[in-house]
T-cell receptor, first 112, second 114 residues
């Protein structure tokens, strides 16, 4: 099993550009989430999904969109990149409520 | 709302020393509690978990006991190694009403010196 795969690993964007961070898991997990990690702030939830076709906002959703058309994939779209979105982004998945999440290796995004 | 508070770092220890990282939480109902570890340049890995009061999670020499009376889930290891240098995150899942959302503490950096 590959686990949770995130692409790309690194990305530099100009302010105003859009892009999609890809996330795929091969464990047939129902729950998937996107977090951003900033120095001194821990991890903050952006969006999450409890199954194909079901998504909702987390703590910091502004400027991001998600969709979940399949169980395997949960892409995160930046609509118009801003320097405040410079961060490390982690995708995670888990089987059900009492299980721990499996995290991807992250995407380091810089917006200039 | 739910929240997790963990001790600030960095925590600097010598090899073979005893490690404790304090974690307390606020939550309604009966949350599940987790410790994650993040090694430099990597994603988070699940270290251990406990899903009900008085449960003890353990893995790789680390232990944590779910104490509902003190709303705590402190992480301990009896003898640390240089390879334990990492950032440790305490987290809670509030259960059925939380839809799988994890609430993280700010993280505690641990540095183990030879």
């Amino acid at each position: 099993n590959a686990g949770v795969t995130q692409t790309p690993k690194f990305q530099v964007l100009k302010t105003g550009q859009s892009m999609t961070l890809q996330c795929a898991q091969d464990m047939n997990h129902e729950y998937m989430s996107w977090y951003r990690q900033d120095p001194g702030m821990g991890l903050r939830l952006i969006h999450y999904s409890v199954g194909a076709g079901i998504t909702d906002q987390g703590e910091v959703p502004n400027g991001y969109n998600v969709s979940r058309s399949t169980t395997e994939d949960f892409p995160l779209r930046l609509l118009s990149a801003a320097p405040s979105q410079t961060s490390v982004y982690f995708c995670a998945s888990k089987r059900s409520s009492n299980y721990g999440y499996t995290f991807g290796s992250g995407t380091r995004l810089t917006v200039v | 709302g739910n929240s997790v508070t963990q001790m600030e770092g960095p925590v600097t220890l010598s090899e073979e020393a005893f490690l404790t990282i304090n974690c307390t939480y606020t939550a309604t109902g009966y949350p599940s509690l987790f410790w994650y570890v993040q090694y430099p340049g990597e994603g988070l890995q699940l270290l251990l978990k406990a899903t009900k009061a008085d449960d003890k999670g353990s893995n790789k020499g680390f232990e944590a006991t779910y104490r509902k009376e003190t709303t705590s889930f402190h992480l301990e290891k009896g003898s640390v190694q240089v390879s334990d240098s990492a950032v440790y995150f305490c987290a809670l899942d509030a259960g059925a009403d939380s839809w799988g959302k994890l609430q993280f503490g700010a993280g505690t950096q641990v540095v183990v010196t030879p």
